[in-house]
């Protein structure tokens, strides 16, 4: 496999934009090597600068759910360019996007759009804060919830990848306000509430974290969130950027059964555009400038190719329900091949799964929090990652990210990813 154009790329990259890239997982910096190149996508498919192709297990990290360049998305967003990219005003779209996202999400009264997921994050944790007039906030080790501030403490994902444990720029009074417990660990969220009895204002989570592998909830942990919030006076926030019209068309609500006070969703909504959103009870949402004093704005909040994007991909997901049963299929049938194929390597391995997001981590115990993510042998599975990369599988570049199937993947494409498991497990472990 040759990647002349991808590493010529990088070190002209390298000149004119930090590290190389305008995301630092891109970078390639925790598997090593040099970052490949997309230069175009279609289907399951993507397609360097080499032209190499790939089976893809990113998927945009998560919004291509239908796969890459879905022809009425495309057609969508052509037809709507034509009319402008931005007005700066209401549009009746942005109206239609909101009673679509309501009609198929449980507990959304009213719905605010923005321009990404860590915007959406930032503005319910501030609506949550000018809700209560509390200022602490509960998040969970390993999850990340975009790049603001105060979510920046012991966050997943890519912070996990660079192994970086405190963030210059981050202020003493900042860190101070937010509380950090392990996931899935009821016991410790129980003691951080009373020690800080009245004064915290939100508990947000990933309720199906994908960002230190994909990791799921242990039963009763999330139920019990629920009923701390209610009990306490606390505003539950889900984090929904992956799992929201992922999972299910009603999300994680929907897939998990517990109610949310506020939602957060990212770029699925947008079918891979920048875009993101933040909704929930009228009570809570009432808050929010106009109606009220937490002043929240974007210029390009609710842009028309964003919304006409993301309006025809969760039209067809809310019109055709058989996608979201194909994809936990196909991931089913994905998850029986590795097992099959890691058992018999010998290597000591986890799988988890839910619906269409899964990960492999190479542990003997069970992963259920960020410490078991980063026990597991991460060494190993950057070998593994480039191994993979050689026979064209293109996985999450760091271990401590989930794997994202779409529905433009055959069954053929993943028995050649099986294969492609079983020949990079045996080329390492020989």
């Not at 306490?232 to 950027?241: H, L, P, Q, R, S």
């Not at 004093?293 to 190719?305: F, I, R």
């Not at 619906?355 to 992963?367: A, C, L």
């Not at 570049?397 to 053929?412: G, K, R, T, V």
Request: glycine fraction near 10%; aromatic fraction near 10%; charge should be negative.
């Amino acid at each position: 496999m040759k990647t002349y154009n991808s590493i010529s790329l990088f070190e002209r990259a390298q000149q004119s934009i930090p590290g190389g890239v305008n995301s630092p997982v891109r970078a390639f910096k925790s598997v090593g090597g040099t970052p490949l190149f997309i230069k175009r996508a279609k289907g399951a498919y993507l397609y360097d600068a080499d032209d190499n192709q790939y089976i893809d297990y990113i998927a945009s990290w998560g919004p291509m759910i239908l796969g890459h360049a879905y022809e009425p998305v495309v057609k969508a967003i052509q037809e709507k360019a034509e009319g402008s990219t931005s007005f700066g005003a209401p549009t009746e779209l942005e109206i239609e996007m909101a009673e679509l996202i309501k009609s198929m999400t449980k507990n959304v009264d009213l719905i605010r759009m923005v321009s990404s997921g860590t915007e959406a994050c930032m503005s319910a944790l501030r609506l949550a804060r000018g809700y209560t007039g509390r200022n602490k906030f509960i998040k969970f080790e390993g999850c990340y919830h975009g790049h603001a501030d105060a979510f920046l403490v012991k966050a997943g994902s890519g912070l996990a990848t660079f192994n970086i444990q405190t963030v210059p720029g981050i202020t003493a009074g900042v860190s101070n306000d937010t509380l950090t417990c392990a996931y899935n660990n009821i016991e410790a969220v129980k003691d951080l509430v009373q020690q800080h009895k009245g004064e915290i204002a939100a508990i947000i989570i990933e309720p199906v974290a994908g960002n230190m592998g994909c990791i799921l909830p242990q039963k009763g942990f999330v139920e019990n969130l629920r009923e701390i919030c209610t009990q306490e006076g606390i505003v539950f926030i889900f984090d929904e950027v992956m799992t929201g019209f992922r999972l299910s068309a009603g999300g994680a609500q929907e897939t998990l059964g517990v109610d949310a006070d506020l939602v957060c969703y990212g770029k699925v909504i947008g079918a891979g555009m920048p875009v993101g959103a933040f909704g929930g009870k009228k009570a809570i949402m009432s808050h929010i400038a106009p109606l009220g004093s937490v002043y929240q704005a974007g210029t390009l909040s609710g842009n028309p190719l964003a919304m006409i994007a993301g309006y025809t991909l969760l039209q067809e997901l809310n019109n055709n329900p058989n996608h979201y049963t194909e994809l936990a299929a196909k991931t089913e049938y994905l998850h029986r091949g590795l097992e099959t194929v890691l058992a018999a390597s010998g290597k000591p391995y986890v799988i988890n799964r839910l619906g269409s997001m899964i990960s492999v981590h190479f542990s003997e115990k069970p992963v259920v929090d960020f410490a078991s993510a980063a026990a597991a042998d991460n060494a190993f599975f950057n070998q593994f990652f480039h191994a993979m990369l050689r026979r064209g599988i293109y996985l999450p570049p760091s271990a401590f990210e989930s794997w994202f199937l779409n529905n433009a993947l055959s069954y053929q494409d993943l028995d050649k990813t099986i294969a492609a498991v079983q020949e990079s497990l045996q080329a390492l472990l020989a």
